[in-house]
């Protein structure tokens, strides 16, 4: 797969989530990049699909590691509300 698309797909994803002024900065030169990967024939067409779909399967497993972080987190503390009482 293309890193190059992968990686800046998935900062991308990251700053639509966190940082939607970023994203507005980040979208032109990184679609430039995708294109010119394509463009300079750095990479096939395949390779810039199967770097999408890397970079889709990275952001779908870190909501779910950072979902299940998050709730574990709860739970500890509900364990710990539920001792000291």
């Known amino acids: 797969p293309s890193l190059h698309c992968a990686v ?9 989530r966190h940082h939607r002024k970023e994203f507005t900065y980040l979208l ?5 990049l ?8 750095y990479h096939y067409f395949i ?5 999408f779909a890397l970079a889709s399967f990275a952001l779908y497993e870190s909501t779910r590691y950072a979902r299940n972080i998050r709730a574990l987190r709860l739970n ?10």
């Open 76 to 85: 500890d503390k509900e364990i710990d509300h539920a001792t000291a009482a």
């Open 47 to 51: 390779d810039v699909l199967s770097g």
């Open 34 to 41: 995708w294109l010119s990967t394509l463009y300079l024939r």
């Open 8 to 16: 800046s797909t998935f900062i991308l994803g990251f700053a639509w």
């Open 28 to 32: 032109l030169p990184i679609a430039g």
